[in-house]
């Protein structure tokens, strides 16, 4: 099983452009979560997903839009990027249920915004 | 939640067990303790988690005091590979949408030297 791909590895912006991260996973989880992670901030929530076509706002929701039209996907865009939103991006997955399942992580997205 | 705390960084010998400690003195009754690491560049990874009584997979064993207020986590013959940020955190296990909703403090740093 591939488990939690993320696309792109890396990406280089300018000020004011958008793109979208991706995040797909295999396993079939409910749960979809983006977590955003600095230099001695650890790791923030974004944006989550308890299913398909339910979005909520995590901690740092600002300057960024998610959907989740199917249990597979769920990627994040970055409608005008700006320099404070350079970080490594986290996507993660669970299955539902009963709550205790493990989260499970892709590698990251590497952004850096000039 | 319940709060955690960590030593910020350990180190220990190559082919030693590996313990990891971890406060949790606020813990509620229905709160599990859950074990993460991160190596370098990569996405988190879960380890194990438990409730009151120890755990063990294939990675690693859970040991959790009767009090439950701490908790120790063994890598039995810790190898280079098993440097990383380890991160404990302490959860509700609940159904709905906060499954997801991980805290992750600054962890503790383990170098494993050869």
């Known amino acids: 099983n591939a488990g939690v791909t993320q696309t792109p590895k890396f990406q280089v912006l300018k000020t004011g452009q958008s793109m979208t991260l991706q995040c797909a996973q295999d396993?079939?989880?409910?749960?979809m979560s983006w977590y955003r992670q600095d230099p001695g901030m650890g790791l923030r929530l974004i944006h989550y997903?308890?299913?398909?076509?339910?979005?909520d706002q995590g901690e740092v929701p600002n300057g960024y839009n998610v959907s989740r039209s199917t249990t597979e996907d769920f990627p994040l865009r970055l409608l005008s990027a700006a320099p404070s939103q350079t970080s490594v991006y986290f996507c993660a997955s669970s299955k539902g249920g009963t709550g205790i399942s493990p989260l499970h992580f892709g590698n990251g997205t590497r952004l850096t915004v000039t | 939640d319940a709060k955690t705390t960590q030593p910020p960084s350990m180190d220990c010998a190559e082919g030693r067990a590996a313990n990891l400690p971890c406060n949790h003195s606020t813990i509620s009754g229905n709160e599990y303790v859950y074990w993460y690491r991160q190596i370098h560049s990569q996405g988190p990874q879960y380890i194990i988690h438990?409730?009151?009584n120890n755990e063990t997979n294939e990675m690693a064993s859970l040991i959790i005091t009767e009090d439950r207020k701490s908790s120790t986590l063994i890598l039995p013959h810790a190898t280079l590979r098993d440097t990383a940020v380890y991160y404990c955190i302490v959860r509700v296990a609940s159904s709905g949408g906060s499954n997801y909703k991980l805290t992750f403090g600054k962890g503790t740093l383990l170098t494993v030297n050869p």
């Open positions: 396993m079939n989880h409910e749960y």
């Open positions: 997903s308890v299913g398909a076509g339910i979005t």
């Open positions: 438990g409730l009151k």
